[in-house]
């Protein structure tokens, strides 16, 4: 069964403090989960205003619906103007 593994870094430029991090992270996440069906996470960066590391998992039958279903969330999260996407990592094991 495979299992899609998306890592995202973001900068947030707009954040002052972690609340205002949070306020973006937390809302990303919740809409993710919701829209792709993912499980999601902040994964590293917790300290940090300005940025965050998140991890998104996908579970399928097949290994390219995971890859499609990824690749479409990253796209997504790329068309925001409340943070912008570093880098990124996509693995199918």
Do not use: C, W
């Amino acid at each position: 069964m495979p299992v899609g593994v998306l890592t995202v870094q973001l900068r947030i430029p707009g954040a002052q403090s972690l609340k205002d991090k949070r306020s973006v992270v937390s809302g990303l996440l919740v809409r993710v989960r919701r829209e792709f069906g993912v499980s999601a996470a902040e994964l590293d960066g917790l300290d940090n205003p300005k940025g965050a590391v998140l991890g998104f998992a996908y579970l399928s039958n097949d290994a390219r619906h995971a890859d499609e279903v990824l690749m479409t969330l990253l796209e997504s999260l790329r068309g925001s103007r409340d943070y912008y996407v570093e880098g990124h990592e996509l693995s199918v094991l």
